[in-house]
């Protein structure tokens, strides 16, 4: 079982341009997630999805959309990439977003904003 | 708002138990997590407290006291390869987790 799987592993990206990171679960989990991990700030809620067809913001939502058409696929795209977003991006899954609810962490995405 | 307090970094020897001290102010509480992270890699769960007291699992303990607001992991016998970031996290209100800034652990022989 391949659990989440994450691509691109890394990208350098060109302020202005816009760019999809993938991520796709097997686990038939209901809740995904989407976080950056910044040195010093830990990681940070982007967007969430609760179910598919459903997604709602986190703490740093701002120059970032996300779409959640089935249950295995939750894509985060950058309309506009500027240099802040330059960042390691996680995408994680749970099999529920309420009560208790681990949840399981793809590699990560490194994305360098230029 | 969430703030989760951890200390950065902790230097260990190889063999030996270390601490880490994780404390809270979140709205509304619903579990308390605690992550490992090694350098690279994605964070992988470590343990789950929501009650008071210490739940134990091998080598590593948590413990959890809600009315403080404050948890530890406990990490014994350790070994090297327990060189990693140690992630806590709260789940609030709304069942999302915010996380603390992370603990780095170097384990040294």
């Known amino acids: 079982t391949a659990g989440i799987t994450q691509a691109p592993t890394s990208q350098i990206l060109a302020a202005g341009r816009s760019m999809t990171l993938r991520c796709t679960q097997d686990?038939?989990?209901?809740?995904m997630y989407w976080y950056r991990q910044d040195l010093g700030l830990g990681l940070r809620l982007i967007h969430y999805?609760?179910?598919?067809?459903?997604?709602g913001k986190g703490e740093v939502p701002d120059g970032y959309s996300v779409s959640r058409a089935n249950t295995d696929d939750f894509p985060l795209t950058l309309a506009s990439a500027v240099p802040s977003q330059t960042s390691v991006y996680f995408c994680?899954?749970?099999?529920?977003?309420?009560?208790?609810?681990?949840?399981?962490f793809g590699p990560g995405t490194r994305l360098t904003v230029l | 708002g969430q703030n989760i307090d951890q200390p950065t970094e902790m230097t260990a020897t190889e063999g030996a138990i270390v601490q880490i001290n994780c404390t809270y102010q979140t709205s509304g509480f619903n579990g308390l997590f605690w992550y490992q992270q090694h350098a690279g890699e994605a964070p992988t769960f470590l343990s789950y407290n929501v009650l008071d007291g210490l739940e134990e699992k091998g080598r590593f303990s948590s413990f959890l006291s809600r009315s403080k607001g404050y948890s530890y992991l406990l990490l014994k016998e350790l070994q090297m390869k327990d060189s990693a970031s140690y992630l806590c996290a709260v789940a609030g209100d709304d069942y999302k987790l915010s996380f603390g800034a992370g603990t780095t652990v170097t384990v040294r022989a």
């Open positions: 994680a899954s749970s099999s529920a977003s309420g009560d208790y609810n681990e949840q399981f």
């Open positions: 686990m038939r989990h209901n809740a």
């Open positions: 999805s609760n179910t598919a067809g459903t997604t």
